[in-house]
């Protein structure tokens, strides 16, 4: 008995695929044992990024705005 290959049979063998795929990377001994896992894993590598709290707003670290002379900002 032979499957015929139409559109709808590719999108049934694609996520057939990728659940096979994601259990595949499930059973690793790898850290990171979910699809999403392992890419933002990889990302974080890639693109090293440092989370920084911001400060407070103060008068001494933003900036005066300026007003024209009917008061309006100029910014």
């Known amino acids: ?3 015929p290959f139409s559109t ?8 057939f695929g990728l659940f096979v795929l994601s ?3 499930g059973m690793s001994k790898a850290k990171d044992n979910s699809l999403l896992q392992l890419i933002l894993h ?3 590598e890639l693109f ?10 103060t008068h001494a670290n933003r900036p005066r705005r ?3 002379e009917r008061g309006r900002f100029t910014d």
């Open 48 to 57: 090293p990024y440092e989370v920084k709290r911001r400060e407070r707003a």
């Open 8 to 15: 709808e049979n590719t999108e049934v063998f694609i996520g």
């Open 23 to 25: 259990e595949l990377i």
């Open 1 to 3: 008995m032979s499957i």
């Open 66 to 68: 300026k007003r024209d």
């Open 42 to 44: 990889m990302a974080s």
